[in-house]
């Protein structure tokens, strides 16, 4: 079945350093994958997102790369802050004709020391 | 704010009680979805409506139920409520024929749910 895998589960890194975090989906059908960042007790709020004819694409201090080949996509988070502290989720779609399920992956707990 | 709006935003209830949970979508948005997050746990998909239809279903019990009116609210019913559905429930709305935009999901502030 529709299945996508994150990695890490926790991530703790010091300020100004990178972050990276990995997801595998199952589906090769899926075309579009987003990344959710989660603070405490609120709403996910979309930080970035990938189409499937795309292999990279940078929003200031984040980056996502896709493999489609290897069905897998990674989320870059480059010179760290504390506010980057947070739980992130990777999502992958299966789109088009008003059916847009999303698959979430189990997220990663991001803590960035100051 | 993402457009998306949710009522009430905390609701605490008692075993076997039933609660509806309601959700506005974004201007012109036709499709919601509903989710459920348990403490400290992921997003789990329980339902889909688009256009008033349902579209999609993932794990959802079957004591609890959707729909979506004309206006394109949606409300999310939930019976026979036991401890283990305590949770933070999402709405997030997408596709609008408006703007073009049909893919990325927009989640509204949600309703945290307490079965005592």
């Known amino acids: 079945g529709e299945n996508v895998e994150q990695h890490p589960s926790t991530l703790s890194v010091q300020e100004g350093d990178s972050a990276v975090i990995k997801c595998t989906y199952s589906?090769?059908?899926?075309?579009?994958f987003p990344w959710y960042k989660q603070e405490l007790g609120k709403r996910p709020q979309l930080i970035i997102d990938?189409?499937?004819?795309?292999g990279e694409k940078k929003d200031q201090r984040i980056a996502v790369t896709l493999n489609k080949t290897a069905k897998h996509f990674s989320l870059h988070i480059t010179e760290t802050q504390p506010e980057d502290s947070a739980v992130y989720f990777c999502?992958?779609?299966?789109?088009?004709?008003?059916?847009?399920?999303?698959?979430f992956g189990a997220g990663t707990r991001l803590a960035v020391h100051p | 704010d993402s457009g998306v709006t949710q009522t009430p935003k905390h609701l605490i209830t008692a075993t076997g009680q039933r609660v509806t949970l309601r959700c506005s979508p974004r201007?012109?948005?036709?499709?919601v979805y509903w989710y459920q997050q348990s403490l400290d746990q992921g997003l789990q998909f329980l339902i889909q409506?688009?256009?008033?239809?349902?579209?999609a279903k993932g794990n959802i019990l079957e004591r609890f139920s959707a729909q979506q009116f004309p206006d394109l609210h949606s409300e999310l019913n939930l019976s026979s409520l036991e401890l283990g559905d305590s949770a933070l429930y999402f709405c997030?709305?997408?596709?609008?024929?408006?703007?073009?935009?049909?893919?990325?999901?927009?989640f509204g502030p949600g309703t945290r749910l307490t079965v005592l």
């Open positions: 997030a709305s997408s596709v609008n024929p408006r703007t073009g935009e049909s893919d990325t999901q927009y």
């Open positions: 589906d090769s059908a899926s075309n579009y």
């Open positions: 999502a992958a779609l299966r789109g088009g004709g008003g059916y847009n399920k999303l698959i």
């Open positions: 201007s012109g948005d036709l499709s």
């Open positions: 409506y688009y256009n008033g239809e349902e579209r």
């Open positions: 990938i189409r499937s004819n795309v």
